[in-house]
């Protein structure tokens, strides 16, 4: 029986389907073709100890270096086994597998305590985070929003449960620290009467005599009369040491828990974007080839986990279509588009200081009409006076983000971009909006900052006008909040609503270009941060605010989704749900950093209100702390003081120093890291077009050379 040849890899090149001899091949040999790879000119990637390609090295030293090395890994495989769930099998193999090495475990007696005390915490701590994950309201909601209107509006729900989950916390704390307190302290005082004598004048916010019905409702739109001495507010809760320590701190637990949270799903989500900029998790072949989950059931789910690949791609289109125009532009039309980008951003910068000077004269104008009879004599008038400032900015909101919205695309930047310089004008014209009426309410407050006026000498603040200035403050917070809900209510119904009827109404193109509406998600993100930064400023001085706010945003959550539903089309430009999951708690956290600078002012150095709070006599709020502490054992005292000198603050400085220098220095190495193994991957994928490229050329060689 004649005996088969064997096959050798240096036989690249044989004419004939039998292998000739070594002597006899002609053609390059494996070695040779090796020697070539992009790759071999470095030994960085295959350790220390390894030759080159193509080494001279007999067969057999060759065939028992495998052989040794296929034993190391089958005994380190033994060693170290793989998990079942990262085995490529069925899931009844992977079952049999797992029953198997159990099995093994048990009867070798392999594990020590510790190990197996880690594995169990490791499948406690993976339940747990399922449990929790299953807890999650509205998952298969927002899972459905995703898939059928794109990761952006899904990003605006999250954003929005993550934000009641922030108040339904702050709600429970304020219950906790601040309620309780007042109801088991013992008997509530009543408000001070007109009576009452003080240096400070009097405070009597109790309504006289009857009150009709219209005037209930405008008290509870205004906050005034029955509203006016209730736990919504600051005045109503009585000077007791005790409540005055839960109620301060009270607002910085709530403000580190704040910070925190937002610090985590910041942190969370600047990962997935830098993965995404990155581009190791952007390329179309994640997409395609690994972006399907395979435990889908029913066709709903498959259908929405369809769209969310699609909303992907149609994002990953566009940006790659913005950033190939940008990489071709010359210098002429890199100076045209930057000259284009200044002009736009100094007409931004125009309209905010119109917008500004608007509100600061609207804020004065109803200072003075707020002192006219005619306007006091009107209630009507008078809740509409009141409300002036809020209208005006909630107008010039209603302007402004139209026109960044047409200026936003001129200026050529990527979809995430635009998005990203929206959110930042819309979220500075609110907020610095906010700003404006607060320093309005502060020159009110301090007399302009002069403690030496007549109406601020006696007091420290203009008593005549605002005896009880931080209930003043809460109230305005409170219209504020309740306005911006009824606003977003009154839109939906006689501007949302309305289109989608003449969309129905009238089919024709007038119908669709009318009627069709999209989802906008830089404003709907922007009225949130707004909202939530007004409970911020107010929680101070209207404790039950995020109360209302939980309840506001429940409500604003079905609307929304029923708005979403019923009267919206898919967005024609998505982007990113990483840049969104980073960029929103970005601005959040900067709203909360803006929002504590009006709290803690107002705590550190302007004097609380002598005729209401739980604060009176103190010649500042934060003067009840030092006061409490005084009262602690000597002991307590001593550690307490201890924290604020310089024993305590230069070794802590010095340990942080050290751990943050520690931390830059293992992120560097890391990234090196990384680096490296990126060009790893760009070689090895160099190597497989070399290598392809030969086949294709030795192929067509062979053919060339083989007879007809």
Same mark, same amino acid.
């Given at each position: ?73 089958? !005994? ?28 093994? !475990? ?89 009576? #009452? ?106 259908? =929405? ?57 609207? #804020? ?29 900015? @909630? ?31 819309? &979220? ?60 977003? &209510? ?22 669709? &270009? ?18 939530? #930064?007004?409970?911020?400023?107010? @929680? ?61 002012? @107002? ?28 009262? =602690? ?46 060009? !790893? ?28």
């Amino acid at each position: 029986m004649e005996e088969r040849p064997t096959w050798e890899p240096e036989a690249w090149g044989s004419p004939g389907g039998w292998l000739a001899p070594r002597e006899a091949r002609a053609g390059p040999s494996l070695s040779s073709v090796l020697n070539e790879l992009p790759s071999a000119a470095t030994l960085r990637y295959r350790g220390p100890g390894v030759l080159p390609w193509g080494a001279s090295e007999e067969e057999e030293e060759d065939g028992e270096r495998r052989l040794q090395t296929m034993a190391e890994a089958a !005994q380190q495989e033994l060693e170290e086994p793989v998990p079942s769930r990262e085995l490529p099998w069925p899931m009844q193999a992977r079952r049999t597998h797992r029953k198997s090495h159990t099995r093994d !475990q048990v009867a070798q007696g392999s594990g020590s305590r510790a190990s197996n005390c880690a594995l169990k915490f490791r499948r406690m701590k993976e339940k747990t985070k399922e449990g929790l994950h299953t807890l999650q309201p509205w998952a298969w909601t927002l899972k459905r929003i995703g898939g059928q209107f794109g990761a952006g509006t899904e990003s605006y729900f999250s954003l929005l449960r993550f934000l009641l989950l922030l108040n339904v916390l702050a709600s429970v704390i304020k219950a906790c620290m601040t309620l309780l307190p007042t109801w088991l302290e013992g008997t509530l005082p009543g408000p001070p009467g007109s009576d #009452t004598s003080s240096p400070c004048g009097f405070y009597n916010p109790s309504p006289q005599g009857l009150v009709t019905f219209p005037n209930h409702l405008l008290n509870l739109l205004s906050g005034e009369g029955f509203l006016e001495w209730s736990p919504l507010f600051y005045g109503f809760y009585p000077p007791r040491a005790h409540l005055a320590v839960t109620y301060l701190c009270s607002v910085f637990v709530i403000g580190l828990l704040y910070l925190l949270l937002i610090l985590h799903r910041s942190v969370s989500g600047l990962k997935q974007t830098l993965l995404a900029e990155s581009g190791a998790l952007t390329s179309y072949s994640h997409r395609v080839f690994t972006a399907w989950d395979f435990g889908l059931c029913g066709d709903v789910h498959v259908r =929405l986990r369809q769209r969310n690949i699609l909303y992907e791609l149609q994002v990953e289109l566009e940006e790659a279509v913005v950033r190939r125009q940008a990489a071709v532009r010359t210098l002429g039309q890199q100076a045209r588009v930057w000259s284009v980008r200044i002009l736009l951003n100094l007409l931004v910068i125009a309209l905010l200081g119109a917008a500004f000077y608007g509100i600061y004269w609207a #804020t004065g104008v109803t200072v003075e009409l707020q002192e006219t009879p005619s306007v006091q004599q009107m209630p009507l008038l008078k809740l509409l006076v009141d409300y002036l400032p809020s209208i005006f900015i @909630s107008g010039v909101n209603f302007l402004l983000p139209p026109v960044f919205k047409l200026i936003a695309p001129l200026e050529g930047y990527t979809r995430s971009h635009q998005i990203a310089f929206i959110l930042l004008r819309t &979220v500075f014209l609110r907020l610095a909006s906010l700003l404006v009426l607060l320093f309005s309410l502060w020159n009110q407050i301090t007399c302009g900052g002069k403690a030496e006026a007549e109406e601020c000498k006696t007091c420290g603040y203009n008593y005549k006008e605002l005896p009880c200035w931080e209930t003043r403050l809460g109230q305005e917070m409170y219209k504020l909040l309740l306005f911006d809900l009824l606003t977003g &209510v009154a839109v939906m119904l006689l501007i949302q609503f309305p289109r989608k009827l003449l969309c129905g109404l009238c089919p024709g193109v007038l119908g669709r &270009v009318v009627g069709t509406q999209e989802f906008q998600v830089p404003d709907e993100v922007l009225g949130l941060i707004y909202a939530q #930064t007004v409970v911020w400023v107010g @929680s101070f001085f209207c404790p039950l605010l995020p109360l209302l706010n939980t309840a506001k945003f429940l409500l604003l959550f079905y609307f929304k989704k029923f708005t979403l539903f019923s009267t919206c089309s898919p967005a024609s430009r998505t982007f990113r749900a990483s840049t969104a999951n980073f960029f929103f708690p970005l601005v959040l956290l900067l709203a909360l950093t803006i929002s504590a600078v009006p709290v803690l002012y @107002s705590i550190f150095l302007i004097p609380p209100s002598k005729l209401c709070g739980p604060f009176q006599g103190q010649s500042s709020i934060w003067a009840q702390i030092p006061e409490s502490i005084s009262n =602690l054992p000597q002991t307590v005292q001593n550690f307490l003081f201890f924290l604020g000198t310089q024993a305590f603050a230069v070794p802590l400085l010095l340990i942080s120093s050290i751990l943050m220098a520690y931390t830059l220095a293992l992120a560097n190495s890391y990234g090196r890291l990384v680096s490296e193994l990126k060009r !790893q991957i760009e070689t090895e994928a160099q190597n497989k077009v070399f290598l392809a490229q030969r086949a294709v050329a030795l192929s067509s060689a062979t053919g060339a050379l083989r007879p007809p």
